[in-house]
C-alpha cells in the first residue's frame, strides 16, 4: 500500500531531459518549472489516459496547486525526518521494475455524495452523443521533429493503414505497433470517453464513427492516429455504476489527474542507496519526480484530509454551520453522524480551498505568459 499510494503522487511528474530551449514556465516562490516539465506531464496525463481531459490552461492550474504543495513540503523540512530517510532509501533501493510498480495505483474511496456529483459532471457532458469506445494506433511525432523523422512516422502509420484494409487484426496491430503503452496492452482499447475528454483530433474523428468503423490515419498534435470505433452508450443509472464512479471520484481528489494505470518507466532505473548524496532537493528529473512523490506521501500523512476526517468538533461545527445543505425530503439530520460521509467530504473541500489560498499568499506564483503559449507549440 506504501508503495502503491506513493506512485499515485509520482504521476503528476514524469523523467524529462532537457533541451537547450527550454525556457521557465512558471515559479512558485524561487522553485522554477520548465516548459518541457510541464508538457511531459500534460501529454503523458492528459490525453493518453484521459480521465478528465483539461486544456493546458487548466491543468496549469492543476499543475502550480502541485508544485505549491510541493514547495511547502520542502520547505517544511519534511525531507530532513526520519521517517522520509527511511523511506527514500527503501524506496530507492527497488526498481520500479518490480511487481508491485505494476499494479493499479490504490486511490481512496470517495464519499457516495462526492460520487453522486461525480456522476452528474459525467451525466453533463455525455448530452446526447453518449459515450465512445475507440481503440487506436498511436505513432508519436516528437514536438521538435524533423521533416525527416514526420515523413518517417507518416510513411509507418499509413503501411499500417493497408495492412488493416487488407485484413490485418487491428488489436494485434495496436499491441506490435502502437506507442501508447496503456491502450496497446488492450488491444488498443482506450477506455470511455465523453466529449470533452480526449484531443480535438482524436474526438472529431471518434464521435462520427459508428461501431466497427475505422478512420484513415491522421496527424494531432502528438503524432498520427488510426482510430477503430468498439462501440458506443448511453450513460447507464448511477446505482449500476455507482463503485466505478466513486474511483473516478477518488482519482480527481489525487491532484484531479492521477491515472488508474502502471507507472513501470517513471524513472528509467532505480539508483543503487551507495550513489545516493545526502538528502538535497535533486537536480536530475527522473529522481526529482521521484523525490518529489515521495515528499508528497509523507505530506499525505498529515493532510487535511485526514486532520477534517478525525476532527469530531470541526465536524459537527461545520454541520451545524451548513445544515440546511443535509436535509432530504422527508430526512432532516438533527447530529453530522447521520450524514457523517457528506460532511467529512465537504469540509475537507473546504479545507482545502483555504489551505491552497495560503500557500498562494506564502508563494507568489507568476507564469510566462510569453512560454506558455508556445506549450505544445514550439516545433
Not at 509523507?298 to 470541526?314: L, T
Not at 483555504?354 to 499568499?361: G, K
Request: proline fraction near 3%; glycine fraction near 4%; charged fraction near 25%.
Amino acid at each position: 500500500m506504501r508503495v502503491r499510494l506513493l506512485f499515485a503522487f509520482i504521476l503528476l511528474g514524469t523523467t524529462t531531459v532537457l533541451a537547450d530551449d527550454n525556457p521557465i514556465l512558471f515559479t512558485v516562490g524561487d522553485m522554477a518549472v520548465t516548459r518541457s516539465e510541464f508538457e511531459q506531464s500534460y501529454l503523458k496525463n492528459n490525453t493518453i489516459s484521459g480521465i478528465d481531459r483539461k486544456t493546458v490552461a487548466d491543468y496549469l492550474e492543476l499543475y502550480v496547486v502541485y508544485k505549491l504543495k510541493v514547495k511547502a513540503a520542502l520547505d517544511s523540512h519534511i525531507d530532513t525526518t526520519a521517517s522520509f530517510k527511511k523511506e527514500y532509501l527503501q524506496c530507492v533501493s527497488t526498481p520500479l521494475a518490480s511487481p508491485v510498480a505494476q499494479e493499479t495505483v490504490a486511490l481512496p474511496v470517495s464519499s457516495s455524495s462526492e460520487s453522486y456529483a461525480e456522476y452528474e459532471r459525467m451525466k453533463r457532458n455525455v448530452e446526447t452523443e453518449g459515450l465512445v469506445c475507440p481503440a487506436q494506433i498511436f505513432i508519436r511525432v516528437p514536438q521538435k521533429a524533423h521533416s525527416g523523422e514526420q515523413r518517417q512516422a507518416e510513411l509507418q502509420i499509413e503501411s499500417i493503414y493497408r495492412e488493416l484494409l487488407g485484413g490485418a487484426d487491428f488489436g494485434s496491430l495496436a499491441r506490435q505497433y502502437s506507442e501508447d503503452e496503456t491502450s496497446a496492452s488492450k488491444k488498443g482499447v482506450m477506455g470511455w470517453y465523453t466529449r470533452g475528454q480526449l484531443l480535438k483530433e482524436i474526438e472529431d474523428e471518434a464521435f462520427r464513427l459508428m461501431p466497427g468503423e475505422m478512420s484513415r490515419p491522421f496527424l494531432s498534435t502528438i503524432g498520427y492516429h488510426i482510430i477503430m470505433m468498439v462501440d458506443r452508450k448511453q450513460l447507464e443509472p448511477y446505482d449500476q455504476i455507482k463503485e466505478d464512479v466513486a474511483v473516478e471520484s477518488a482519482q480527481r481528489r489525487i491532484q484531479r489527474q492521477i491515472s488508474n494505470q502502471s507507472v513501470s518507466g517513471a524513472m528509467r532505473k532505480s539508483t543503487p542507496v551507495s550513489q545516493t548524496i545526502g538528502f538535497s532537493y535533486p537536480k536530475e528529473e527522473s529522481q526529482k519526480v521521484f523525490y518529489e512523490g515521495l515528499l508528497l506521501y509523507e505530506q499525505s500523512k498529515h493532510s487535511v484530509e485526514k486532520q477534517a476526517a478525525e476532527d469530531e468538533q470541526a465536524l459537527a461545527y461545520y454541520f451545524k454551520k451548513n445544515k440546511k445543505k443535509y436535509r432530504r425530503k422527508g430526512f432532516k439530520p438533527k447530529s453530522y453522524t447521520e450524514v457523517r460521509e457528506q460532511v467529512v467530504a465537504d469540509l475537507q473541500l473546504e479545507m482545502e480551498k483555504h489551505w491552497i489560498a495560503d500557500l498562494r499568499q506564502k508563494y507568489p506564483v507568476n507564469i510566462n505568459k510569453k512560454v506558455l503559449k508556445t506549450v505544445n507549440n514550439h516545433h
